[in-house]
């Protein structure tokens, strides 16, 4: 786990660096200068891209981890590049055919409530295919274990760059129009990026090794790539329901509050993203030599620390959320989508926590059966979503997502225990939910008892109301930081600690 770790740490810093970015993008910048409307669309613009992406992948960034093994000799990945970048682009023109082919039917189902989006429909195929690139170079770098700088590229200089593109259309320097191929070119910017620091690494090829590529491996990786186009159909899709179901069905203003809750909830994953992203090529190798035990290993320690680290997290967002909604430019508005941030915020925790799951049956024999969890969870998604947004708004659209990650991976877990003999539960995730629940306890008990001391500080409202917040969050998760520690629930984090601690002589 040692190179794991490292990396993953190293992600990570670069992954909140960039949250913070984003922070004061949502913050002083979007909230403040662009409608609800405008948000709205380049929140459908960004989703529809990637479901368009996602699709013409044909299953690259899954098979590239799932067949690197079988092409890495020392140095030398046999062409394996080659295959990485021609594969996604036949998937390119075949889905740009069919998107242009669907332009007519999705722009009648758009036109009355999104109408904006109609307008801008064609930006789909250019973002789409720097989105498609810029995962393709990603997983390639990640293949060769440096997640770093392809992450500092999607996590700070995309924000960099997007945040001016905003700023330049907040000081009517920027046209909409203008606007939106600016937004559209931040991608383009870094998707070259990519691919200039994938060369510089100077361990892949564009030279394709034909005799390497035996029968018996064709066909494996025909019919698994099969498979992940046909899952594929729902995978992508089912990310972006919300977003699609609201803007149609309530129009892009309403889009636009949901992104502003999802951006709130989104640093929840952001752990994940880094660890996840480093451990599935070694989850892939302990499944390809069918070391059980190692791979039990890393799907509980992935999974454990994304869960602590997440509900850390979530804490200190729902324990502030009326402050945050009070100093958000124009909160009024966006304070619609409270109850959004609790319910997604909890989607994308129990989402990143046990997405782990998904990745070994991906990498194992039973692939197959991913599929049909795929377009299980896909249907229940479309399902709750036309049920319940009629009901309850983006409440309802909110509540849809966690039902049905819930249902999802409670199935899906049971049968990788089953087939794989792999799980990431364990008993300290239950210490993980007795800490968390006490700590609410905490923040219910300070609530009801000390939140009316700080209103008498001789300060303006808002004044006392930060104080307040800042205190409750540094001794709320000061103690839960400390409980994690003297409980040994994480036996690396403790390590990590105790190795600092020694450095700086506070521990012998």
């Known amino acids: 786990m040692g190179i794991i770790i490292r990396q993953s740490v190293k992600g990570t810093v670069v992954s909140y660096v960039g949250a913070a970015i984003g922070f004061i993008t949502t913050f002083f910048v979007l909230t403040n200068f662009l409608t609800a409307e405008e948000i709205g669309l380049t929140r459908v613009l960004v989703d529809a891209a990637t ?40 998937g390119f023109l075949i889905y740009s055919l069919f998107f242009w082919l669907l332009k007519e039917p999705i722009s009648g189902v758009f036109a009355k409530n999104s109408s904006l989006f109609v307008d801008y429909y064609d930006f789909i195929f250019p973002l789409g295919f720097f989105l498609l690139y810029m995962s393709v170079f990603e997983v390639n770098s990640n293949l060769l274990l440096r997640i770093v700088v392809p992450k500092f590229i999607r996590e700070i200089l995309v924000r960099v760059l997007t945040l001016a593109s905003y700023l330049l259309y907040a000081f009517d320097l920027l046209s909409l129009h203008g606007f939106i191929i600016a937004f559209s070119s931040v991608y383009a910017i870094a998707t070259l990026l990519n691919i ?69 909830t989104s640093i929840i994953e ?38 602590l680290a997440g509900f850390f997290i979530f804490l200190a967002i729902w324990i502030n959320i009326d402050l945050i909604f009070e100093l958000l430019p124009k909160g009024e508005i966006y304070v619609a989508g409270k109850w959004v941030v609790f319910i997604m915020g909890l989607s994308k925790l129990f989402n990143s926590a046990y997405s782990v799951g998904v990745t070994v049956l991906r990498y194992s024999r039973y692939f197959y059966m991913s599929l049909i969890f795929t377009f ?39 049968l990788v225990r089953w087939k794989v003999k792999t799980s990431p539960f364990s008993w300290k995730q239950l210490q993980v939910f007795l800490l968390v629940c006490f700590l609410f306890l905490c923040d219910w008990l300070w609530t009801g008892s000390l939140s009316a001391l700080f209103l008498k500080i001789p300060l303006p409202g808002l004044y006392a109301r930060i104080i307040e917040a800042v205190t409750k969050t540094v001794l709320i998760l000061g103690t ?29």
Request: aromatic share 14%.
């Open 51 to 90: 479901v368009f992406a996602g699709l013409a992948q044909l299953g690259t960034t899954s098979s590239a981890i799932r067949y690197f093994p079988y092409f890495k000799d020392g140095e030398k990945d046999k062409g394996f590049f080659f295959w990485t970048l021609v594969v996604p682009f036949v």
């Open 480 to 508: 839960g930081l400390v409980l994690t520690y003297v409980w040994n629930i994480s036996e690396e984090a403790n390590r990590l600690l105790n190795n600092i601690l020694t450095r700086l002589r506070l521990k012998k």
């Open 196 to 264: 200039i620091y994938l060369f510089s690494l100077k361990k892949v090829s564009l030279k394709p090794n034909f005799k390497f590529i035996g029968k018996a491996l064709a066909k494996d990786y025909l019919v698994y790539t099969l498979f992940l186009i046909a899952g594929a159909l729902g995978g992508v899709i089912a990310p972006s329901i919300n977003s699609f179901f609201i803007s149609a069905k309530m129009g892009l203003n309403y889009a636009g509050i949901f992104a502003i809750a999802g951006y709130m």
């Open 376 to 414: 299980m969870f896909t249907a229940i998604a479309i399902v709750l979503n036309n049920k319940l947004i009629p009901l309850w708004g983006i409440n309802g659209a909110a509540l849809a997502s966690l039902v049905s990650y819930v249902i999802y991976y409670l199935v899906l877990l049971g």
């Open 270 to 307: 952001i752990p994940y993203r880094s660890l996840g992203t480093i451990a599935q090529p070694h989850i892939s190798e302990a499944i390809k030599e069918q070391d059980v035990a190692r791979a039990n290993v890393l799907c509980k320690s992935i999974s454990l620390h994304q869960l």
